[in-house]
């Protein structure tokens, strides 16, 4: 079975511009998170959505948003782009909303973002 | 505000030794504690976790153990193996209502692992 898939796995992206990151979650899970890791520090909460709704937003600002489609995948997008934003972009699925003990949510491996 | 905090960025251990990596937490809704390890150019993989109403969880080579009135919480790894050199992550969850799942992950800042041969 295929894990979660993330695309691009790298680009580059000049100040001021916007970015959209995709997700595939795992087949059967209709929850993805998105979490943003900045060199040197852990992943921090963006966003879950579930069932296409949102069900979580972490402390990050307006310019960055995401949705999730039918078919689960989801999308994050990122606007007017700060070189702040240079991070790795990781994508989390799980069956449910919550997560069950001993499995946690799987993460794919990534979107490396750089903004010049 | 770090809630949960990793203090020490790297830890180098000789093969075959144990590999101890500690993890401390401020708030006191979080219910459950993972253990992420994660290779460059990869995800975060999960590796074991623990409910707060336990104080040991063993999994193979790997054992967690948690202080919950320190909110301190450990990774013991016996014998450490070259294998294992990577970048561990504490994170953790508070539980919904009924207790039986998990919600969004809180991480440390994480432990560069280096196992020598």
């Known amino acids: 079975d295929a894990g979660v898939t993330q695309s691009p796995t790298h680009l580059i992206k000049t100040r001021g511009q916007h970015v959209t990151l995709r997700c595939s979650p795992i087949s059967g899970h209709k929850s993805v998170s998105w979490y943003q890791q900045v060199l040197g520090q852990g992943p921090q909460f963006i966003f879950q959505y579930y069932e296409k709704e949102e069900r979580g937003r972490g402390n990050f600002p307006d310019r960055f948003s995401a949705r999730q489609f039918p078919n689960y995948s989801s999308e994050l997008n990122v606007n007017a782009l700060l070189l702040g934003d240079s991070a790795l972009y990781l994508c989390?699925?799980?069956?449910?909303?919550?997560?069950?003990?001993?499995?946690?949510?799987?993460f794919g491996s990534g979107t490396r973002l750089t903004v010049v | 505000d770090q809630q949960v905090k990793q203090n020490s960025p790297s830890l180098s251990v000789q093969e075959g030794r144990i590999s101890i990596l500690n993890c401390d937490y401020t708030?006191?809704?979080?219910?459950?504690f993972l253990w992420y390890k994660k290779y460059p150019a990869e995800g975060p993989t999960f590796l074991i976790s623990i409910s707060s109403i336990k104080d040991k969880n063993e999994d193979g080579r790997f054992t967690v153990f948690l202080n919950k009135s320190a909110k301190h919480l450990s990774l013991h790894i016996v014998p450490s193996q070259p294998g294992d050199s990577a970048v561990y992550f504490c994170?953790?969850?508070?539980?919904?209502?009924?207790?039986?799942?998990?919600?969004?992950?809180?991480f440390g800042q994480g432990t560069i692992l280096t196992v020598h041969p």
């Open positions: 708030n006191s809704m979080f219910d459950y």
């Open positions: 994170a953790a969850s508070p539980a919904n209502a009924g207790g039986t799942s998990y919600g969004k992950l809180t």
């Open positions: 989390a699925s799980s069956k449910e909303v919550h997560f069950r003990a001993n499995y946690g949510y799987t």
